[in-house]
């Protein structure tokens, strides 16, 4: 057992794993990671995808049989991502009843082609959510101008919705409205105003982003205050009357998550960004390598402050510095929405070469 990992549980943040594969299914992997490091839950995107059917051999039976069956890749990926998804989702079944449906969530993403298509991404969702027949399965729908409006329609539908590709405060709070909207849209029709949600903060590409153009007393600094930028209006959210009202109707809240949290400067810790951003009633998903650093070295020493002050001199220094934060979280969702296109499209080219590769062996 890691003393770090069960720490963060101790602070009330779960922590989930930002990686699937078949192998960590099939090798026990993923149970060791349960039982021994607190692992509640587990992300997973096309970029995550298009890496493990790229350059590992777990799919190759898979796709021999499903090139035999002459399916096209798209639908190809979502048979093995259905697959591999609710064999994970049983697996953290315990933990979701364990926590009355707030924790042992998995998470399957909708085309990122149709990041800028509302009706084709609520299509999509209702779809896969309900092929993949499990109550712990979250649907990810990126919180695109677009995607907000599929977003309150499948949560008014009664789908799980893990919102993604979110990078600023203002971003999240677009989020979070969606998401109220449908439940209160529930509530007007009658319904079980009891649907979850994540909604999903990208952290460590703002400070990826300003590296060469901030001064060295502010490299690496954003990506945190936005975070704690976030959290504080996260907070004011769940204190707010309005919610106050939908909890009494027996809402739950959407939780803030924490995400891309490996850090990408060799010069710093690995567990920089779960440090940092410890809070509670908070998600951090982390990859594997951050996990084993974090379980190893890392320490749970304070926890997220609620009350910005912090977040907004730094954001403050940091725009003075010539940094217009606003512009560059637009920049940053658009750049993530085509950065998962990119990846969507050599997945797809993957599957296709592999399944007449393995077919034709």
């Known amino acids: 057992m890691s003393a770090s990992t069960a720490a963060l549980s101790r602070v009330g ?23 021994e490091l607190h692992v509640t839950g587990l992300t997973s995107n096309p970029s995550i995808y298009n890496l493990a059917v ?16 002459k399916l096209a890749a798209e639908e190809a990926f979502f048979e093995i991502a259905i697959e591999d998804l609710t064999r994970a989702a049983d697996l953290f079944r315990p933990v979701f009843d364990r926590t009355g449906g707030i924790d042992g969530w998995v998470s399957l993403e909708v085309s990122p082609r149709l990041a800028y298509d509302t009706a084709a991404t609520l299509a999509q969702a209702k779809s896969l959510h309900a092929r993949a027949a499990r109550p712990n399965l979250f649907i990810k729908i990126p ?25 600023s405060r203002e971003q999240y709070l677009a989020a979070a409205e969606a998401y109220l909207r449908g439940i209160e849209r529930r509530i007007e029709a009658g319904l079980p105003p009891r649907v979850c949600s994540v909604a999903s903060l990208f952290i460590s590409r703002w400070d990826g982003a300003t590296a060469k153009t901030l001064p060295p007393e502010l490299v690496n600094r954003l990506g945190i205050a936005v975070g704690e930028h976030s959290y504080q209006a996260y907070r004011d959210l ?16 959407q939780r803030l998550l924490f995400a891309s949290t490996g850090t990408k400067d060799p ?19 982390m990859p594997e390598k951050t996990l084993h650093a974090f379980a190893e070295r890392g320490r749970v020493t304070a926890t997220l402050s609620a ?34 296109v990119k990846s969507w499209d050599e997945l797809l080219s993957v599957i296709e070469t592999k399944s007449r590769a393995v077919a034709g062996g």
């Open 13 to 35: 943040q779960s922590l989930w794993l930002d990686q699937i594969t078949r192998g960590l299914l099939d090798d026990g992997t993923l149970a060791r990671f349960i039982r």
């Open 54 to 69: 790229k350059d590992t051999s777990f799919y190759d039976a898979a796709l021999a049989a499903l090139g035999a069956r």
């Open 143 to 167: 919180g695109t101008p677009e995607g907000l409006p599929a977003i309150q329609e499948a949560i008014f539908a009664g789908v799980p919705v893990n919102v993604t590709l979110l990078f």
């Open 238 to 253: 769940l204190a707010s009357d309005r919610f106050e009202r939908l909890c009494n109707s027996g809402a739950v809240p």
């Open 267 to 285: 010069k710093l810790s690995e567990s920089l960004y779960i440090e940092a951003l410890a809070a509670p009633n908070t998600i951090n998903t």
């Open 307 to 340: 009350g910005g002050g912090l977040a907004d001199s730094t954001i403050f220094a940091i725009e003075r510095a010539g940094v217009d934060v606003a512009a560059l979280g637009a920049k940053l969702q658009k750049d993530g929405a085509e950065s998962f």
